[in-house]
C-alpha cells in the first residue's frame, strides 16, 4: 500500500504563502486521483482539492482561487501552493488518494498575526 509523507507546513500570517510537498512511496503514475485533506481543530477531516491523472483539478469552495494543487508524477510527488491564507485554513494538511487510503502525520499549517 502506498504511503505518504507530506512537508512544508508552518507558521504564516494572514495573507501570506505557502508550499505543501506530499512523497509517495511508490509510482503514483498508475493512481487516478490525488487529493490534499484537511482537519482543523475540533472538526471532520475534509477535502481541500483533488486532481486526476489526466490534470483536471477540483477544489473545495472555501479554497477555490487560492490554492493550487498539481502533481509530478517522475518525483511522485503532490503538491498544495496557498495563497492568501486564512486563519480558518489552519489545519493539519495530509494527502491521500481518492478514495482514502492509509494517513501519513500530516503538516501542520497555522496561520496567524
Known amino acids: 500500500q502506498v504511503q505518504f509523507v507530506e512537508s512544508g507546513g508552518g507558521l504564516v500570517q494572514p495573507g501570506g504563502s505557502l508550499r505543501l510537498s506530499c512523497a509517495a512511496s511508490?509510482?503514483?503514475?498508475?493512481?487516478?486521483?490525488m487529493g490534499w485533506y484537511r482537519q482543523a481543530p475540533g472538526k471532520q477531516r475534509e477535502l481541500v482539492a483533488r486532481?486526476?491523472?489526466?490534470?483536471?483539478?477540483n477544489y473545495a469552495d472555501s479554497v477555490k482561487g487560492r490554492f493550487t494543487i498539481s502533481r509530478d508524477n517522475s518525483r511522485n510527488t503532490v503538491y498544495l501552493q496557498m495563497n492568501n491564507l486564512k486563519p480558518e485554513d489552519t489545519a493539519v494538511y495530509y494527502c491521500?488518494?481518492?478514495?482514502?487510503?492509509?494517513w501519513g502525520q500530516g503538516t501542520q499549517v497555522t496561520v496567524s498575526s
Open positions: 491521500n488518494t481518492d478514495p482514502v487510503g492509509a
Open positions: 511508490r509510482s503514483i503514475f498508475s493512481i487516478t486521483v
Open positions: 486532481i486526476f491523472s489526466g490534470g483536471i483539478t
